[in-house]
């Protein structure tokens, strides 16, 4: 669901609107913009949400740097995300120096750096501690609030849907409960 959502996968039927979006009527060019500019994605595996030559700080700037943000600008931004998931002290190490849940931290601040439209988080609180765990859905929930963005999450944890304004359950490729 995630990967049609971003515009990654194709559904086998149907449509696939994202707010004014027809994703199957884009070209793909149209697609990589719409996901540059829209969206923000947390994979639930940590080596796919980050570059393992980058460092923290480059990981989490490189959406902007892609975009063409002026670099004052991209430093600002990402600096603050880091500080707010606490961990603008590790900001000079690459993955490899970072635990999964500093690498998970990583990848939530990367997918809010361009102030996506919608962010689309696969477990994004797996590899998280009980305290960063609920920091970061706090942060995540805050966020989506405060700037009128989509969160669309993806879990198996009843804490994290029990926040959730909508949820619904599939089970075996099929919508069980709405």
């Known amino acids: 669901l995630l990967n049609i959502l971003a515009g990654y996968d194709a559904p086998s039927a ?36 980050l570059f393992p030559y980058l460092t923290a700080f480059e990981n989490v700037e490189l959406p902007m740097v892609i975009s063409g943000a002026p670099g004052p600008e991209r430093k600002k931004r990402a600096e603050e995300l880091l500080y707010v998931v606490g961990l603008a002290d590790r900001a000079n190490h690459k993955p490899a120096q970072l635990s999964g849940g500093e690498q998970q931290r990583v990848a939530i601040a990367r997918a809010l750096i361009n102030k996506p439209k919608i962010i689309l988080a696969d477990e994004p609180t797996g590899n998280l501690d009980s305290a960063n765990s609920e920091s970061m859905i706090d942060l995540l929930f805050e966020y989506s609030k405060k700037s009128k963005t989509s969160l669309v999450i993806v879990t198996h944890d009843n804490t994290v849907a029990n926040r959730c304004d909508r949820t619904i359950e599939i089970k075996d490729g099929q919508i069980a409960q709405y």
């Open 14 to 49: 149907g449509t696939i609107r994202v707010g004014e979006y027809d994703l199957l009527q884009m070209t793909n060019k149209e697609v990589v913009e719409y996901r540059r500019h829209e969206v923000g994605f947390i994979w639930q595996e940590t080596s796919r949400n």
